[in-house]
């Protein structure tokens, strides 16, 4: 069904991009801490930005720069330091870092947008960042977005990143993608960044359009803990170097190409939700017979995000008890005669009744999931570095390969998705432990 | 400032009121499990019930019954089987259970509200419950509010109860209550159950009022998990029998009232709060400077109910990020420059910004709060019993002594408190190590 093929390359992969990750001394861990994406040339630019009332200086800074002109050249996203709650004082710092970007690249400094990621309260030091910057452009590179996928992540297991190719008449157009984020090991790590390039031409309303239903059902579709931070960030570049008609509005080539925006962006997303802290398998909850998409996934996120449902995963539990609970409590209507609840292919619950079923075979679907459950514990006690080496096919194998709950609420023709992961014990040793 | 004392007695502290606890076979563990609150004149009585769309069938009894007459005689509850997720089958039971309650008391089945906890897909074991009725009415007496509040419990650790009395005129008047409810040990267990005794005569429509304020106040304010139950109620009878003038609109006697029985709802709910699955110690969450109290609630409860912010604590770590985070994502608009935030009486952060403070008083201030741990493990491990042993004055002391989170977030005049526990090891141990 898709009408799209993975290809490699990440956010260089679309024509007109260089990227880079290096390490600037941000981190005091020595790892990188700097990345550095740059279109060749001025490219239509959409941001979805946290909602938290509580929020770092480069998202105010991204969203004026986007009110005011919807295109940008480059972005630019520490680790390290969050630069929230840091006051007037962090927004000069914000100002700074945009400023020195422009200078390094000779471009304007209202075309640089900012990320950042790390501990709430600090101020980026800035010493670092200017020193690193100069050395962060000469290190820009067409194959540069591993590099830039290592430099944003904190607390991150793997590398999340992505890219899609379509072909629009006989001209391939290519999506790519790199995100940061799970659970929290460091306390005040709170942040989801993603970065999407894009070499299509489409107008910067569509574009904007696009990316925030994208949004909506990625994104903001996932639960890791329910803690939405001071710095979530998505930015999205369209420079237009596919060389393919402009996009200017709704139809067949604006539906492919939002397609495939979501189909990153859903990558991505997942990729943050099974790289959750402790996590051992990744959930998806299919929600079918709304009145509405957004209804669907109210249910879906808030049995995703249940700690209940979470931890009877853990266990191993075919607990469709938890499951209807918190579909009963998501705040949408429906009349529980109709709920219907699967565990991957098995019936647990029909017409708001539960079904003798084969807990055993239920168990080892859940069993099965969490096969590869491979995740570096030691790397996770210790929060000492990232695991780098996980390679791509692995990432691809876990995200592929949920646990499936299908919910059916009612007659409506709409559906929705969320994703999350299993609660574990090391979700509260990393939580609790860890000291400020 | 409170107008009232505490007193012994529980629900059976106020005049004409007798209530009963037995083993009626309902709880595969043989303990208590089928209590009666008998009041020997019809009593007003209101209710309120769970918002879920996925309710038990007692639930759907109750409303029924409170929506065509406002008053009662006896609320029957069953611990062992929820009745939820029974379809008709379910429903018929419920009005069987409510007919030969009213047989064995000679009063009419409308008179019955009724009350079920339990494993949620299970029928009530009818031929125990009938069996179990012609008992409890036997054991009805003017001391069997213990009795009463350890026939409700499921995987409580403690019983509670409470019974305060103030003076109207000459004559006292005073207002019982016992309630059951934890995170969930059990799956599907899910229930918190109250039942508020009152001998004052008020009006109908003013005695829903108050409790629904009252509930607002204190049940609807704690978060153990977030999981809202399928049975969730609270029902509150007023029989008339202190012999004071009827209430029958707001005023200085009123309020009075509605004052005595928010302290009864909220200490039964701190109570519920606290006894949390592992939970070391109750965290109560002070919000000021909102426009009204419901969005100082909101905030309140969403700081209460943060993951983070609940195993910082278990951790005793005065991890401020965390809660300023927890303030941002509530949904309530502040400007951040206002934000402030205490510890106990520790100032963490002023203005939107963090202060340097004491990291080791915070963290002894939040190691004391806890000092009292004597939370009996094996029994949340092996979830056999429940441990009725702990004196009430222990109660008192691990409910008095709480972790105090205070929150500014602005200049407005309203307020408003949130209740809820740590996230500890035990809390995943316990739900995912169970299987159902």
Redesign the interface.
């Known amino acids: 069904m898709a009408d799209w093929q993975e290809i490699s390359g990440g956010i260089t992969a679309p024509r007109g991009y260089r990227s880079a990750g290096i390490a600037a001394g941000l981190k005091p861990s020595g790892l990188p801490d700097l990345a550095l994406i740059v279109s060749d040339v001025e490219a239509i630019a959409a941001g979805v930005f946290?909602?938290?009332?509580?929020?770092a200086a480069c998202v105010d800074y991204c969203r004026q720069s986007l009110q005011a002109k919807h295109s940008a050249r480059a972005i630019l996203c520490n680790a390290g330091q969050a630069n929230a709650?840091?006051?007037h004082q962090g927004w000069l710092d914000a100002i700074e870092s945009a400023m020195a970007v422009a200078q390094a690249l000779n471009i304007p400094s209202e075309s640089v947008l900012l990320a950042s990621t790390g501990?709430?309260?600090q101020r980026i030091r800035m010493d670092a960042l200017k020193a690193g910057i100069p050395k962060v452009v000469a290190a820009l590179s067409e194959t540069g977005s591993d590099a830039a996928a290592g430099a944003i992540i904190t607390t991150d297991l793997v590398r999340k990143s992505i890219a899609l190719e379509t072909m629009m008449g006989d001209r391939p157009v290519r999506i790519g993608g790199i995100a940061k984020g799970s659970g929290?090991i460091h306390?005040?790590m709170?942040t989801m960044l993603a970065f999407v390039t894009c070499d299509a031409a489409v107008s910067p309303t569509l574009w904007q359009q696009m990316l925030s239903r994208a949004a909506d059902r990625s994104f903001n579709s996932i639960t890791v803990?329910?803690?939405?931070?001071?710095n979530d960030s998505l930015i999205a570049l369209a420079n237009g170097q596919s060389r393919t008609p402009a996009i200017t509005e709704m139809g067949a080539e604006a539906e492919k190409l939002e397609a495939m925006l979501t189909a990153v962006c859903q990558h991505l997303a997942k990729a943050i939700a099974r790289d959750g802290e402790g996590a051992t398998c990744l959930i998806e909850v299919q929600v079918t017979g709304a009145q509405d998409e957004q209804a669907a996934r109210q249910v879906a996120k808030t049995i995703a995000?249940?700690?209940?449902v979470k931890?009877?995963i853990?266990?191993r539990?075919?607990?469709?008890?938890?499951i209807?609970?918190?579909?009963?409590?998501?705040g949408?209507?429906?009349?529980?005669?109709n709920?219907k609840i699967k565990l991957g292919d098995i019936l647990l619950?029909e017409?708001?009744?539960?079904l003798p079923f084969d807990?055993k075979a239920a168990?080892e679907y859940l069993k099965q999931a969490a096969a590869d459950a491979s995740v570096p514990k030691d790397l996770v006690a210790t929060n000492m570095s990232n695991d780098l080496s996980v390679d791509r096919s692995t990432i691809k194998q876990r995200i592929d390969n949920p646990v499936i709950i299908s919910v059916s609420i009612g007659n409506g023709s709409s559906s929705g998705k969320a994703w999350g992961c299993d609660?574990?014990?090391d979700?509260?040793?990393i939580?609790?432990?860890?000291?400020?």
């Open positions: 946290t909602i938290s009332h509580v929020k709650a840091t006051g501990v709430i309260g929290m306390p005040n709170a803990d329910g803690d939405t931070s001071t995000g249940s700690s209940l931890s009877a853990f266990g539990d075919p607990n469709w008890g938890r209807a609970a918190a579909a009963g409590r998501a949408v209507p429906f009349e529980q005669e709920l619950m017409n708001g009744q539960p807990k168990s609660l574990s014990y979700y509260v040793k939580n609790a432990e860890y000291t400020t």
